[in-house]
């Protein structure tokens, strides 16, 4: 069993839809949980950034950790087609400075 | 604007030549520096975490004879890719991290195909 999993997707959904994207994970040391995205031939850029559980919401995308269900999700309302890429979760038991364990990535697309 | 400078973004060359990656933190001291290599429709693979002044620690089964990591100080960190040949044709991609406890930023990765 991988210590992050992530439904590959691809993921295809009309513009001005509600995203639910998700990961699940194993180990219970992780304390950090992000969410990246990234575009073809880029590095991935951080979108969300939650410490432990609760939500964080900006702007149009809402992060959402739950530690007892070892369950973590990113909302994107009002999806546009700009929003089209893959997405990625990760994780890890500190900070920056410390290894990151990453999902697989949900490819998502958003149809105009 | 970006946070993490990566260069170059492209490289194309023959088999049996050194390339040099350069990875750079612009406005923070990145005590850790992390080198990854993307296959197409793949997630990141960790191949080493360097911290600055000390040596690089390598994932297993990454060769640190090919892969040469040096982060010789907190904004700059270079990766060498040893007599590089078709089958080290890949993206590679670093990221930087200090201990503030902020999660790391990328770079915009380097596209390497060896010919």
């Known amino acids: 069993q991988k210590e992050v999993e992530q439904d590959p997707g691809p993921l295809s959904v009309p513009e001005g839809a509600i995203v639910s994207l998700n990961c699940t994970y194993s180990?219970?040391?992780?304390?950090?949980f992000m969410w990246y995205r990234q575009y073809s031939r880029k590095g991935p850029e951080l979108l969300m950034y939650t410490y432990s559980s609760g939500n964080k919401e900006d702007g149009r995308f809402t992060a959402q950790v739950d530690k007892s269900s070892k369950y973590i999700s990113l909302f994107i309302r009002d999806s546009q087609p700009s929003d089209s890429a893959t997405y990625l979760c990760a994780m890890s038991p500190s900070g920056g400075y410390q290894k990151v364990t990453f999902g697989t990535g949900t490819k998502l697309q958003v149809i105009p | 604007g970006a946070v993490v400078s990566q260069h170059p973004s492209r490289v194309i060359c023959k088999s049996g030549t050194s390339v040099k990656i350069e990875c750079r933190s612009l406005d923070f001291q990145a005590t850790t520096m992390f080198w990854y290599r993307q296959f197409p429709k793949q997630s990141l693979m960790l191949m080493a975490t360097s911290n600055e002044g000390s040596k690089a620690t390598y994932e297993q089964g990454v060769e640190k004879d090919k892969f040469l990591i040096n982060h010789a100080s907190l904004t700059l960190s270079t990766l060498t890719v040893t007599s590089a040949h078709p089958e080290d044709s890949s993206f590679y991609i670093c990221s930087a991290g200090d201990r503030g406890g902020q999660p790391q930023h990328f770079g915009d990765g380097t596209r390497l195909s060896i010919l």
């Open positions: 180990n219970s040391a992780f304390q950090y």
